[in-house]
């Protein structure tokens, strides 16, 4: 009987050991670092700010958006539907150890900064602010009034080719803030330096991820006479893409300049023309692949990253051929 129990015991012992190191892989992810993208209610999918996040990480991982094969077991996302999930959804993945816990946008700002303090031994990476203080938090910041001058430009001098009088612009934001005040002032001011005195007309939405107001202004301002429109709004503004495929489908000589990624596929109305004139590239995934490289390098440090032109951080596509190569050149 003894020798039955202590064979039992083995063979207890042994199951235990194989199904421990079964699922070790998985937890440990020991090939590379590991990363939880945390991300607000419009998700990786917004096709502009958290999307280009998200490319980032794919390109660090050398994945690609059709190929996600390390999704899962050395990096993955979570969407927060509401700003109270904020706060539970950084602890959860705190608790859960990963390398790097990655948040966009400015309206993290407050519950990073509580939730960092908590967990002082684990590395934060934060787009869009530069005033939180703890030492295990890196935070990118953008020049985004520089590629938003650019698409000023692009915007004004396509509008001077094509021989408007007087034209209008329009300017849609999400949530008002001071990042969307560079882009919104970049914009102004690139359209001011090429047409001085042409008028300029503003909107802001509040929110991240309703297109339907966006579309609603759009139409509003395309229908009195606003040439063109830049949308610093996430998944809202989407909408003023859409309104703008819809005029330029009907023949109106309307335009939509997109953001954060490049959006010219996104405007598509045709096999070939795009709504979306010309888009201020704001390369987020120049920011989540180099704190992942910092984690990876052991030189990750709680500091202010700026990403501007000089770095190409920012910039403008040049993507839809109606834009001109001379109107290319010249804004370059």
């Known amino acids: 009987m003894k020798r039955a129990l202590s064979i039992l015991i083995v063979a207890v012992a042994l199951f235990a050991t194989v199904s421990c190191e079964g699922k070790a892989p998985a937890v440990t992810a020991p090939t590379d670092i590991t990363v939880r993208l945390l991300t607000d209610?419009?998700?990786?999918?917004?096709?502009?700010?958290?999307?280009a996040g998200w490319r980032g990480i794919l390109a660090y991982y050398g994945d690609s958006w059709e190929n996600q094969s390390k999704r899962g077991t050395l990096y993955n996302w979570v969407t927060a539907q509401t700003q109270d999930l904020y706060i539970p959804n950084l602890k959860q993945a705190s608790d859960e150890k990963y390398d790097l816990i990655i948040v966009t946008g400015f309206t993290w700002a407050d519950a990073l900064?509580?939730?960092?303090?908590?967990?002082?031994?684990?590395?934060?990476?934060?787009?869009?602010?530069?005033?939180?203080?703890?030492?295990?938090?890196?935070q990118a910041t953008f020049s985004e009034h520089e590629g938003s001058f650019l698409v000023g430009v692009a915007a004004a001098l396509k509008a001077k080719a094509d021989g408007i009088a007087n034209p209008r612009f329009g300017f849609i934001g999400g949530v008002p803030g001071p990042v969307i005040t560079k882009f919104e002032m970049g914009w102004v001011q690139g359209i001011l330096s090429i047409l001085p005195n042409a008028q300029i007309v503003d909107y802001y939405a509040n929110d991240w991820g309703k297109p339907d107001l966006a579309k609603a202004q759009a139409k509003n301002w395309y229908d009195n006479g606003v040439y063109a429109i830049f949308s610093a709004a996430g998944g809202t503004g989407n909408g003023t893409i859409a309104q703008a495929k819809e005029y330029r489908t009907q023949g109106k000589n309307v335009w939509a300049?997109?953001?954060?990624?490049?959006?010219?596929?996104?405007?598509?109305y045709n096999a070939t023309e795009s709504a979306v004139l010309t888009s201020m590239i704001k390369r987020v995934e120049s920011s989540t692949e180099y704190a992942l490289k910092q984690v990876k390098a052991g030189t990750f440090k709680g500091e202010v990253a700026e990403f501007n032109t000089q770095s190409d951080g920012v910039g403008f596509s040049a993507a839809n051929p109606a834009l001109g190569a001379d109107i290319s050149a010249a804004v370059n």
């Open 113 to 138: 900064g509580e939730v960092a303090a908590l967990y002082p031994t684990q590395k934060y990476l934060i787009v869009d602010v530069d005033w939180l203080s703890n030492p295990n938090v890196m």
């Open 257 to 268: 300049v997109g953001v954060d990624s490049d959006q010219f596929e996104d405007g598509l």
């Open 41 to 51: 209610a419009t998700g990786i999918d917004d096709k502009s700010f958290n999307a």
